[in-house]
């Protein structure tokens, strides 16, 4: 790897940030013939007040008729809206359209005043923004606008890594190169280039850009020649004493010994060459860890307790818990997987004498058990939707110190697809979580975590293709 062409693209992309920071700043200071209604100036842009509402998201397909992708709505109810059966929303004629060409990555605030985007493809893929929850479609764009695009291109990988700190990341560069004609005449060699991660920080209160780097993934040169390779890393979580960030990976291995082998690509139909697949022997889950605020001195770290990847899909996977231990959930894009591993406190490594599996707890002995989203409460308590061999829908509460769960009914458990589910909010003792199976209409979940009871809330209208998605 060129360190000097690793630099000048670092300082390129830092260059370009800082024009579109500029223009971000101009733009919002100018006349907008945007009707979206704007705050006009924010005093403290951190949560300090109570919770007003609970928002619910939903997403659409989009113009060739992919179920999800279309794009996301919000709607905004009270939490006695909520718990009203009686009740009925239709969120894709009141709702909010949040910006993005795809599926929106959305984000909210400690007590579900604000929500926070990054558009997602398109071309204002990369931008971001924040809104003030108003109840119903009412959110109140807050102009505060930044274009992440120059750092974490047009399909950034982000989250809320703790409240009031957003971070993205984006892996590019990366590369295990066939030449055909080698391939062909049985003289091509293992060759891997690792890829360059892009990392941007930004303060969610007042939204500013804090901290970017661009690093070279940190992979050994022994691991490099075994053929492992990383193709995509997410949700970044900082500690509890902020001095580190925990990135998941999603890690991959090919087998370097053997010849490239020509194949079909699924996705295109093109016959392509591709090492051979060696994935049964990985060694373990990684991460990559940061020091943080500096993101300096990159490094792995790696589980004996897991091989499954865990970089997730579009919901945060990784907790710091009351123990101020970060609990991690595994599941590579739409593929989940039963594990939490736990990151320990003191030393930033994985504990490898923990280990919780989904399935253990729940006893079930046939299918994979996939944690699809979840969130952790308190003193290692936890909710967790999952499905099983990826189909269904099932909610269960766990307790992550004891290994043990209890699964929560729901009515809708075969007919139920949590691919895209992004958030579960907690508010008091309860959880929220909407049920629609695709195109159906459905229904709110409230559970209490506490006792395990459950209440049918306000009732979800559908439409074709489509599903709810999340609670803030």
Known sequence: MNNNKVMNNFFFRSALFGSFIALGIMT???????????????????????????????????AQGVPGNGGTLVYGLTEAEARDDTK???????????????????Q??????????IQYRGVNGGVFNKFKVEGAGNFIDTGE???????????????????????????????????????ENGTQEYVFNR?????????????????STDIVFPLSEEDKKAGYTVDRVDVPVLNEAK???????????????????????????????????????????????????????????????????????RTMSQYVGTDKHV?????????????????????????????????????ITSGRVGIKAWTYIQDGKAIVIYDIDSKGGYIALIDLNAKTAT????????????????????????????????????????????TGATQKGVKLKNQSGSYYIGSY
């Open 28 to 62: 919002a200071c100018t006349r907008s013939t945007d009707p979206t209604p704007r705050a006009e100036k924010l005093e403290d842009g951190a949560d300090n007040e109570d919770r007003k509402y609970i928002t619910l998201s939903a997403t659409f397909p989009d």
């Open 88 to 106: 009925t929303i239709d969120i894709y004629k009141d709702g909010y359209a949040v910006r993005s060409d795809r599926t929106a990555r959305v």
């Open 108 to 117: 909210g605030s400690i007590n579900g005043n604000y929500l926070y985007n």
């Open 145 to 183: 606008e930044i274009n992440t695009a120059a750092i974490l291109g047009q399909t950034p990988r982000w989250v809320k890594s703790a409240e009031g700190i957003g971070i993205g990341v984006e892996i590019q560069g990366y590369s295990s190169p066939i030449d055909p004609e080698k391939a």
């Open 195 to 211: 890829g360059n991660i892009a990392v941007a920080v930004l303060d969610l209160h007042n939204p500013s850009l804090i901290n």
């Open 243 to 313: 001095t580190k960030v925990f990135i998941g990976c999603k890690l991959m291995k090919v087998n370097p010994n053997k010849p490239p082998v020509k194949m079909v690509n699924a996705r295109t139909g093109v016959e392509e060459w591709v090492w051979e697949n060696d994935d049964a022997n990985i060694r373990g889950t990684v991460s990559l860890v940061l020091d943080y605020p500096s993101l300096a001195n990159p490094t792995l770290i790696w589980s004996t307790q897991s091989k499954f990847g865990n970089n997730s899909l």
């Open 327 to 363: 609990y991690q959930s595994t599941g590579v894009n739409i593929i989940s997987y039963p594990h939490i591993l736990r990151i320990d406190r003191a030393t930033n490594t994985y504990d490898n004498d923990y280990l919780f599996d989904l399935a253990v707890a729940l006893n």
């Open 407 to 450: 699964k929560v009914a729901n009515d809708f458990e075969s007919q139920l697809d949590f691919t895209q589910f992004q958030n579960i909010v907690v508010a008091g003792d309860n959880a929220f979580i909407p049920l629609t199976p695709p195109s159906l209409d459905g229904q709110l979940y409230i559970v209490n975590w506490k």
